[in-house]
């Protein structure tokens, strides 16, 4: 019960199992699922109704599909998936845009806005670019307008960045941005509500970099974190690429 807590009574049996197996308690999944149904307690649904956000404009040329659904990276930095969502709050829609690694599944960097312009998307690339650096990365998104504008074009080349677009109004084209949004929602968007945007700009902050971030577990990521996953991938990359001190080639041989 207390893990179910912490996760904010989101992780269903397959997380629950992962944590108790790090706290040192081995138990099946099965069993785990059938506590949880006999407490009357489940996780929580990461199914989204699909919602079109962006629009895209007849005078701007989208880039082409340099992903086509392969949604695979063996290193940080090689792509990255970009989108937007609203949140409502009673003051009115606060806009979303957020830029994910699709190796580590980690949200890099996002911006939040009162419009969906091409500031928005700009902003939250830029912010990626600076917290990552990355070496001619492919940023893939929708044929959004904010996307396949003049000014996002123009920065993307500026900074070396490959911009890739899928095809108008499909889901599947960006679907690993789909599912993080897939999961903002149903763990903090559709279970919460707030008074005013500020309110909203700080629960979606902390949201992200105290919980997603560092310690949401993924299946796809051998249900570690993003970050957990990025520290364990430079970790594994430290070791590969540091040849044997002259003790330890002794050792070895």
């Given at each position: ?72 990276a063996s290193s940080i930095n090689q792509l990255w998936v970009a989108d937007m969502t609203y949140i409502p709050t009673w ?163």
């Amino acid at each position: 019960m207390m893990i179910y807590r912490k996760s904010d009574c989101t992780y269903g049996h397959p997380r629950i199992t992962v944590e108790l197996a790090d706290l040192g308690i081995l138990v099946n999944h099965k069993r785990v699922g059938r506590l949880m149904r006999a407490a009357g307690i489940k996780g929580v649904s990461r199914r989204r109704n699909f919602v079109i956000t962006t629009q895209r404009s007849k005078r701007d040329h989208p880039a082409p599909d340099l992903v086509q659904r392969h949604f695979k990276a063996s290193s940080i930095n090689q792509l990255w998936v970009a989108d937007m969502t609203y949140i409502p709050t009673w003051a009115g829609f606060l806009y979303l845009a957020v830029v994910i690694d699709v190796c580590s599944r980690k949200v890099v960097d996002w911006s939040f806005g009162e419009t969906m312009t091409a500031n928005l998307v700009i902003s939250a690339l830029n912010m990626a670019l600076l917290t990552r650096k990355p070496d001619e990365v492919i940023h893939h998104s929708d044929q959004g307008s904010q996307y396949t504008s003049v000014e996002f074009g123009k920065r993307c080349r500026e900074m070396g960045v490959r911009p890739s677009m899928g095809s108008v109004g499909d889901a599947y084209d960006n679907a690993m941005a789909e599912s993080f949004f897939a999961c903002l929602e149903c763990e903090l968007i559709d279970r919460r509500s707030w008074k005013n945007k500020t309110e909203a700009r700080l629960a979606v902050f902390t949201w992200i970099e105290s919980w997603y971030n560092p310690t949401c577990r993924h299946s796809v990521l051998g249900y570690l974190s993003p970050n957990n996953f990025e520290i364990k991938l430079k970790e594994k990359i430290t070791i590969n690429c540091n040849p044997l001190s002259p003790v330890e080639a002794v050792s070895v041989s």
